[in-house]
């Protein structure tokens, strides 16, 4: 059921994904589903806030995340070393 919703989503997006042209189409289609998830934790965020405010509530404390998430990039790889192939 959820990843009918994601689907829908990504759908409802999709044409903003194809600007890219991307050429692999998952990627449009992953990069849309993230989108509409993220437009709907902002409603869902912003919602909270309002509510908190008019109950009175503190702020919640920041959520910690128990590892540091660090994004490495795809190592690409060596370039072939053309010296090899030459006749000594």
């Known amino acids: 059921m ?3 919703r994601l689907f829908e989503t990504a759908r409802l997006h999709i044409q903003a994904g194809m600007y ?3 050429p692999e189409p998952k990627e ?3 990069l ?3 989108l509409g998830l993220s437009k ?3 409603a869902l965020e912003a919602e909270n806030k309002a509510l908190r405010a008019q109950l009175q509530l503190p702020e919640p404390a920041p959520v910690q995340l128990p590892v540091p998430i660090t994004f490495n990039q795809p190592r690409l790889l060596p370039a072939e070393n053309d010296d090899e192939d030459d006749d000594h």
């Open 2 to 4: 959820e990843w009918d």
């Open 20 to 22: 890219a042209a991307a």
């Open 28 to 30: 449009s289609i992953y």
């Open 32 to 34: 849309t589903m993230l």
């Open 40 to 42: 709907r934790v902002s």
